[in-house]
């Protein structure tokens, strides 16, 4: 019944930075719109959302990362960081690669923090990292 997965929607305080990181795995921006109510406010619950809605997209794969950028930011919570994996709801975002050490020195070497050593899983390379906003992303090189 399901097909793949379509996108993956990350809530930003400020798109500049995350649209840079992902562009980092490869991501390009293709497409920005503004939601200010209206329909998709209404679909996702929101009424009275105001937000920029920022579509990255990675060539040769079906699948997109979409920012939504709300204006006004939403307040936070300083005691629940998105990192903490033990925390209910979503834990981390895998990529696959076909060369984590390559993706690892490219990924350290312009900023982003490593948040876990290499291991090896069920015939996999697994690597962690902090996103944007603090999530956790990771890279999957699997064993040809």
Known sequence: MILSPDHVTIAVADAGPAIAFFALLGFKKTHVATIDGGVPARYM?????????????????????????????PGTDPGVHPTNLRKLGFNHLAFRVDDIEGATAHLVANGVTMLSEEMDYIGRKLRLFEGPEGITFELVQRDA
């Open 45 to 73: 619950g929101m009424p009275a959302i105001r937000a920029q809605h920022i579509t990255l997209a990675l060539e040769g794969a079906d699948f997109e990362i979409q920012l939504l950028q709300f204006d006004p930011p």
